[in-house]
């Protein structure tokens, strides 16, 4: 497990090194490029787009609350993040830095959504779903994902739920971006359960008041209940889209 995490280590640090040697617009039209290839152009914009908004969330979040953030690097097929330079004060600005990035990627999917369903735009639908799944795969309470930025506001024996859910979704749907966040969500797991709230350090970390820490539990708790409806509802529009395209075609070969 040790080398497994070096070596995962090293290639997250070769990844910020590539990130900064290309910049956020080359990463970006890489990105573009590689995803073009495997699913065509429109899509593939899109797809950047919806992260690139996400990301911009968290960067612009950094930003208010007076922190050293660099601009959003993307890696093909993995995703895209914002690196902070500065670790934040407290747990309510790791939370309000961690639920900007899904809450302006949420109203970019909704913005996609909209244009989609007024035009019958069936590429724009499927960016549109896209935004929503990725947003709420987020959501898992679990560091390195954003869920986990936000629920450590409540407390980071929460995490310990994110470890089933990954479990499960590596069970049922294997993927090597969620293996990847295994590995990288190994450490955080083994802090929830060393974590002593008593602690000095942790007890300035995490001096929250309880109705900041309800506002933050009741907004992640709706965005994931909207983020799922969404999700669930375009997945079967889409799946619609689908059949009707093979009627036509069938009916035209007819
Ligand atoms: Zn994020």
Do not use: C
Request: proline share 5%; no cysteine.
């Amino acid at each position: 497990m040790r080398e497994w995490f070096s070596r995962i280590s090293l290639l997250v640090v070769a990844g910020l090194k590539f990130g900064k040697f290309f910049g956020t617009v080359g990463t970006m039209l890489l990105s573009i490029g590689l995803y073009a290839l495997a699913y065509g152009w429109r899509y593939a914009v899109g797809i950047v787009a919806m992260l690139f908004i996400h990301e911009m969330g968290h960067y612009i979040a950094a930003r208010q609350r007076g922190m050293n953030v660099g601009m959003p690097t993307f890696i093909p097929f993995v995703g895209a993040w914002v690196e902070l330079k500065d670790r934040p004060h407290d747990a309510e600005t790791e939370a309000y830095i961690g639920l900007a990035g899904p809450m302006l990627g949420t109203v970019a999917a909704i913005a996609a959504w909209y244009l989609a369903r007024d035009g019958g735009v069936h590429w724009l639908l499927a960016v549109a779903y896209t935004g929503f799944f990725l947003n709420l795969i987020n959501m898992i309470p679990l560091p390195p994902l954003d869920g986990g930025r936000i629920t450590a506001v409540l407390s980071p024996r929460i995490w310990l739920l994110g470890v089933p859910i990954i479990g499960a979704l590596l069970w049922f749907h294997f993927s090597m971006i969620l293996l990847l966040i295994a590995i990288l969500a190994f450490p955080h797991v083994m802090a929830a359960l060393r974590f002593d709230k008593n602690h000095p350090a942790n007890q300035a970390y995490y001096d929250v008041s309880p109705r900041v820490r309800w506002e933050y539990g009741l907004l992640y708790v709706g965005l994931i209940a909207f983020l799922a409806f969404m999700t669930n509802d375009l997945d079967r529009q889409l799946d619609g889209v689908r059949r009707s395209d093979v009627q036509q075609t069938e009916s035209g070969t007819v």
